[in-house]
């Protein structure tokens, strides 16, 4: 198997966790990174190419079906008959702390827009090339999202987030279920804390390493991608060993 | 305290738990009862009303902003300066199973539209009226939402559900946290099993009592309701005795 | 039926919940009371003799096979005939708070003896008389039992106490499984945050009605023990309105 | 840093996850491997020693603090200074299925002793040495437990298995949030399926690959063991891709 004739694709590429799993899952494969603003994966895209990878980069609303279906379109023309070994959406959508008597109704719908409708667009566009991915690629064809703690309890000023990342996860689950047993494996990241990345360089903590290194999630994405299908774990938590949890 | 002069509102009242919470509501309160058809309110408005207690029944689509606010436009137009004691959502939005490669995005969006959105739409219409009852009523001011074993798992062939249901409970939680503090208890309620309906009359089980009661919800919910601040339940689970879980 | 001609067991009866539970399960029923010190019932079976109800009192060591054995010859000795429509299992077990590697053998396994071991002696006592008690007691026959926060959550310096609440939690849901299908209602309630007794009373908080009221409780365990076998909950937590959780 | 100079100790040694464990830590590191019965370690232990490696295994019956005490009397004589790098709890003791009331007291406390004292008596073994390894080793200090769906879900006649598991992960968790903020890598693996090897070989599924791998576990303990301790995941699940959950 020619695991590097393969593909990867990553949406929500960002300055974190989107931009070390594209660079991490870009040594065994050929990637796609799609972001709504170009800023975001140009550079990138650039240091991959220029590191003897190959990276593509697609400008992409997650959130709008045919945004989505127009990335895919560019996706699957770049690719050919390559096959598709790995999808990780990792969008986060804006988070709106406020108190909820004043959310707004497009405030509150965000938090959805970006993850459950996010999270439904990508699936579907991925789901048909992972299937058709098993027993062409060395590792079980995998679709990991990206969540927070925001996916597990609803605090106070947070209903908008943590709507559209519980709604993530219900997909997850659903998805897991139905896919694994036709060999995708289907996984859900709760990352618990601060990212390390130039936006979090202010925050101070009395600890050091207080905050997640993006490559070594990346790391925990890959291996979850290398498990077999004998040994699927379908959720991790990851965060600081300072944590509070 | 003239609790009789209170108020109470259920949205998605149907055969099942809506009828027996407005039933069981109505002996100590107005109730206001909202569906999107008519005839889901009619006969009942009728009955509590010639039963001596005081029942109005509007028409509303709870995942239209528009028709949600001119729902409690007349709500309020009925109640006048009388308090809201207690807030009951138990829409549960059409129920899809299906594989999901299958599902249209609209058929997807439904659950968040219903339960989601509709969750939303609601709790900011009543949490200032149960607000403005704190200090008025006997019993801390109320909002219960109706769930279901899709709001803990999201299994397959369910994902438009389950998304809809893990959004309401992210809500729930939300809100419990931010208006609890406030006096409001926010309750959310896990039904785990078939209720006993006219609709669901020829589902077979092999033990008796193998449906739930729908008036023992309701009992569940008054008990809940009339909770002191002090000794909140946030959360409970319903199912029949011989439910697997 | 002449449920008032029913008993119902309370182990581990202390100041707080034990005394609520006695108190309000009395008004149906006779109670026997069950606490390691006799001090912390006399006074209790006493003022429900006096008030008109029929209550008995047993020195019993709960991780004591022994002695839970003879508690329940003097209980069936009193009750003669008479069903076991309800037990409640109140043991909380000393709570040990210190960092973990200076816990002893014996104060680790403290934990466990009076809540996993003691819920099992306890439940091996009375599931054979609420068994026999099924279609001869108004409500289906009841086994509750109190727990914590530390039966969902192990916190840093409380290995023992959460050790012993997780294993009393996995036995409710064992016997929830096997014993509500032959129709015996088994329930388990989260208590999270401190109880009104006179030895929290120097306990300060910024809010009023910051503790949990035992009566309360206490109207919630009758609540449990009402409902119909169409309608179980298994679990619920309970908490005063201003807890963070 | 000269991590093949380090120690792994692994505890319940048989012949699938705890040889594979021990298999995949050898690679870097001198092993000592306890089981009670010898004949679960000695032929691995010449195993690993005929492959250059270094492996000694000790007799030790996981719930006598006596017998693990005289086991790390042993492993510290062997290892001298060299630092403990790992710790890997597998103990799980006898799985014992029968109907709750037929349940003797021994039968029932079985569990507790195998992962509520086993873990207890073997964390104090190896916490103290593992505080003194951090700063010593490549990666930070670990500690993994084994625990299975019995960890989270007490399933009808299955009451001594879970109440021990629940009962585990209460310590995981206490530990986790205690030792985790000291460099300390706590982690617990619920493995969800029927393990590949020899007992096992007569289980017949409908899909292949229907058993999980060992070797894949121990990939993942080893992918647990190297993460920084900015990226630290507490909690995985293993199950393969056709285990229904």
Known sequence: MASQKAWAVVIGVGPGTGASVARRFAKSYSVALLARKPENYEALVQEINNAGGKAIGVSTDASSAQSVKAAFDAINKARGTEPLAAAIFNVGGSF??????????????????????????????????????????????????????????????????????????????????????????????????????????????DHPDAKISADAIADSYWHLHTQPRTTFTNEIDIRPYIEKW
Do not use: M
Not at 119 to 145: M, W
């Open 96 to 205: 709106i702390r406020k108190p909820f008597l004043e959310l707004s109704p497009e405030e509150f719908e965000s938090g959805w827009e970006a993850n459950g409708r996010g999270g439904f667009l990508f699936s579907q566009a991925v789901l048909p090339l992972l299937l058709d991915a098993v027993d062409k690629v060395e590792h079980p064809p995998t679709l990991i999202f990206t969540s927070a703690t925001a996916g597990l309890k609803g605090s106070a000023h947070c209903a908008s987030f943590a709507a559209g990342k519980f709604a993530l996860r219900a997909l997850y689950q659903s998805l897991a279920r139905e896919f694994g047993p036709k060999g995708i494996h289907v996984a859900h990241a709760i990352i618990d804390g601060v990212i390390d990345i130039e936006r979090t360089k202010h925050y101070k903590f």
